[in-house]
Antibody, heavy 121, light 111 residues
Framework: QVQLVESGGGVVQPGRSLRLSCAASGFTFSSYGMHWVRQAPGKGLEWVAR????????NYVDSVKGRFTISRDNSKNTLYLQMNSLRAEDTAVYYC??????????????WGQGNLVTVSS | QSVLTQPPSVSGAPGQRVTISCTGT?????????VHWYQQLPGTAPKLLIY???NRPSGVPDRFSGSKSGTSASLAITGLQAEDEADYYCQSYDSSLSAVVFGGGTKLTVL
């Protein structure tokens, strides 16, 4: 069955960096677009970034542009989110999600369990 | 502030019908982009409930239905059950932002 398992979260000081990983299994990872979606404590869902099936295209929400980078290693079936210059407002549970299609223009029918990132001094 | 506007909360008694609206603009829903709906139970990851405006993934009861018209979409839930109590989010794409966008979410309370 499809599984998405996030890792790499934790507590980090403002201005520092963190890299999240999402290990995928149960499907052909290289055939699907992938997303990162976050949810601040007690708040709604916020889309963060998406990447095409082959890594050839990426898009970001304005608030993370220039600070976050989404990438993937199809040989390792793993999605990444490199987060630099972290701010308190980046504190959230981060979910990786699989798109229904190749380019990230479709809904996400599989989600990871979520990984908490806390930015605090 | 979310790009797509949803009511913060709705409620209904067991067995009743409720609807949740999702209002967008000419850059997203009004531009013809599809709307998808997710259900998030407390402490869990979101679950795809309706995709491409009106379609239900396998396993989703037919009590859930979606519609879209103009710059808005709606999720309808009939025969409300206690286990429907959750947060519901709409999702679409905004061409002016080149970004996937979510609604702010609606908390459904089953009285």
């Amino acid at each position: 069955q499809v599984q998405l398992v996030e890792s790499g979260g934790g507590v980090v000081q403002p201005g520092r960096s963190l890299r999240l990983s999402c290990a995928a299994s149960g499907f052909t990872f290289s055939s699907y677009g992938m997303h990162w979606v976050r949810q601040a404590p007690g708040k709604g869902l916020e889309w963060v970034a998406r990447i095409w099936y082959d890594g050839s295209n990426e898009n970001y929400v304005d608030s993370v542009k220039g600070r976050f980078t989404i990438s993937r290693d199809n040989s390792k079936n793993t999605l990444y989110l490199q987060m630099n210059s972290l701010r308190a407002e980046d504190t959230a549970v981060y979910y990786c999600a699989r798109d229904q299609g190749r380019s990230g223009y479709y809904p996400s029918n599989y989600w990871g369990q979520g990984n908490l990132v806390t930015v605090s001094s | 502030q979310s790009v797509l506007t949803q009511p913060p909360s709705v409620s209904g008694a067991p067995g009743q019908r409720v609807t949740i609206s999702c209002t967008g603009t000419s850059s997203d829903i009004g531009a013809g982009y599809d709307v998808h709906w997710y259900q998030q139970l407390p402490g869990t990851a979101p679950k795809l409930l309706i995709y491409t405006n009106t379609n239900r993934p396998s396993g989703v009861p037919d009590r859930f239905s979606g519609s879209k018209s103009g710059t808005s979409a709606s999720l309808a839930i009939t025969g409300l059950q206690a286990e429907d109590e959750a947060d519901y989010y709409c999702q679409s794409y905004d061409s002016s932002l080149s970004a996937v966008v979510f609604g702010g979410g609606t908390k459904l309370t089953v009285l």
